[in-house]
Antibody
Framework: QAQLVQSGTEVKKTGASVKVSCEASGYTFTDYYMHWVRQAPGQGLEWMGWIDTKSGDTKYGQEFQGRVTMTRDTSISTVYMEVNSLTSDDAAVYYC??????????????WGQGTLVVVSS | IQLTQSPSSLSASVGDRVTITCRASQGISNYLVWYQQKPGKAPKLLIYAASILQSGVPSRFSGSGSGADFTLTISSLQPEDFATYYCQQFNSYPATFGPGTKVDIK
């Protein structure tokens, strides 16, 4: 079955960058978009954007435009999400999730296990 | 598109019927998804297209609604159902989430 495995915890300084990976298995990688969602400590879920794993096209939430980059390597069925110029507000668990379906049937399943990003000064 | 959920939290007992509401700031047809999240875990898909039960999800979960008002109902709350529930809309990007409803034990 489809499975997403993310890279481990990252500890970064304010102003640095972080790159999180998400390796897919159990399905044809390029048949589905990959979304990224983050969750600050004790807070709700925040949608960040998606990448078309076939074309490499991306769409980002306005808050993340210019500071987040999503890429993919089809040869190893892996997507990456990089955040630049980290601030304390970027401290969160970052999830990748496969986008399934179109229009009204769109949903995110499965999800990766999450990657904790700690930002310290 | 903004999503609001009510209540923000509730206390219930095993066997109770629980209803959570999600309201969109504009009509979103049936482009509405429900997730369950337990502490320290990734969200789990429960329902999509407002009312379609994801494979493997117990039938005590159901969803309804269209336009701007939606509900998630748990017909008989089980111990494993104590969690936080989020709605998400896919009518337009950004695919916003509701703020969540925490269901805990009375």
């Amino acid at each position: 079955q489809a499975q997403l495995v993310q890279s481990g915890t990252e500890v970064k300084k304010t102003g640095a960058s972080v790159k999180v990976s998400c390796e897919a298995s159990g399905y044809t990688f390029t048949d589905y978009y990959m979304h990224w969602v983050r969750q600050a400590p004790g807070q709700g879920l925040e949608w960040m954007g998606w990448i078309d794993t076939k074309s490499g096209d991306t769409k980002y939430g306005q808050e993340f435009q210019g500071r987040v980059t999503m890429t993919r390597d089809t040869s190893i069925s892996t997507v990456y999400m990089e955040v630049n110029s980290l601030t304390s507000d970027d401290a969160a668990v970052y999830y990748c999730a496969r986008g399934v379906g179109r229009t009204s049937s769109a949903r995110l399943v499965p999800w990766g296990q999450g990657t904790l990003v700690v930002v310290s000064s | 598109i903004q999503l609001t959920q009510s209540p923000s939290s509730l206390s219930a007992s095993v066997g109770d019927r629980v209803t959570i509401t999600c309201r969109a700031s504009q009509g979103i047809s049936n482009y509405l998804v429900w997730y369950q999240q337990k502490p320290g875990k990734a969200p789990k898909l429960l329902i999509y297209a407002a009312s379609i039960l994801q494979s493997g999800v117990p039938s005590r979960f159901s969803g309804s609604g269209s336009g701007a008002d939606f509900t998630l109902t748990i017909s008989s709350l089980q111990p494993e159902d104590f969690a936080t529930y989020y709605c998400q809309q896919f009518n337009s990007y950004p695919a916003t989430f509701g703020p969540g409803t925490k269901v805990d034990i009375k």
